[in-house]
């Protein structure tokens, strides 16, 4: 079994220093493979908040996790218009990640990460056509047999939350051809606050077979409609346990897990089990 903590909109400048030592916490409990961080690593983009989120991942990585990450709009900067056009991500390369699309293979899993932030849109993301061709090269590297995770910041699909509606990602069309061309069985996605999960084709009929699993936000006070939370998933052959561990006010506890097995073409729920950390 292969597992991922799955943390996004951390929102560092908006943060609960309680929530942060949560999860510190409880990803050195969890033990998991790989952190997968999903973008919004602050809030407004400036020097300080980058420091503070380095000082999050670096902490991660010295006490022996991995961390994948990827940028989102907030992590580009808002009221610096130069700075927005002409070196959007410049603190995040020096801060975060020099590489803004990142690959790790684990034991029998293939995760890359995309960055779908742009300068001309202010909250929205977008795919471009190199990237799409990129997630096709890329995965087709990977044993046919891997469990392949695409991680993006903006949702791929229109998602539904409360009486709103999260919009889809820029050329979503352009989005979909690349993970059923590439054979991508999961996709990773924040942005929204809220935590979810459930196959694609009860989002997107023509988009069945892809696992769709957003996280909440872990760290920042800005919710919506849930409390801070982040996803652990458990990955066996043909199946993914995911299960949300939402903020108490004291801790992060887990909900029962939602067990998913690949059948039929689709991911297909089974009943809801107790979560083992």
């Excluded at 010295?62 to 961390?67: A, F, K, P, S, T």
């Excluded at 346990?241 to 887990?254: C, L, Q, R, Y």
Aim: with cysteine.
């Amino acid at each position: 079994m292969t597992r991922i903590v799955h943390l996004s909109d951390l929102h560092f400048g908006a943060h609960d220093e309680r929530l942060v030592e949560a999860v510190d916490a409880q990803v050195d409990q969890l033990k998991p493979d790989l952190v997968v961080i999903s973008g919004d690593f602050t809030q407004r983009a400036r020097t300080e908040q980058f420091r503070q989120a380095c000082a999050f991942l670096d902490g991660l990585r010295e006490r022996g996790h991995d961390v994948l990450g990827v940028p989102g709009n907030h992590d580009v900067p808002l009221y610096d218009v130069l700075r927005r056009f002409l070196s959007p991500l410049a603190r995040y390369r020096r801060f975060i990640d020099e590489t803004l699309c990142p690959f790790i293979e684990l034991p029998g899993v293939a995760v890359l990460g995309i960055n779908t932030a742009r300068s001309l849109t202010f909250k929205d993301g977008r795919i471009s056509k190199d990237q799409v061709q990129f997630i096709r090269d890329t995965f087709a590297r990977t044993s046919s047999e891997a469990m392949r995770v695409l991680v993006t910041h903006h949702p791929l699909f229109a998602l539904r939350i409360g009486e709103q509606v999260e919009r889809a990602i820029g050329r979503q069309e352009l989005a979909l051809d690349a993970v059923e061309d590439s054979g991508v069985d999961i996709v990773l996605a924040g942005h929204a606050h809220h935590a979810s999960s459930q196959d694609a084709s009860d989002l997107v009929a023509r988009a069945g077979g892809v696992l769709v699993v957003q996280a909440g936000t872990a760290t920042s006070t800005r919710v919506r409609e849930q409390e801070q939370s982040f996803n652990t998933i458990d990955i066996a052959e043909r199946s993914a346990t995911i299960a949300v561990h939402a903020w108490n006010g004291i801790d992060f506890k887990p909900n029962d897990a939602r067990a998913y097995e690949w059948r039929d073409g689709k991911w297909l729920l089974r009943e809801a089990t107790e979560h083992v950390h």
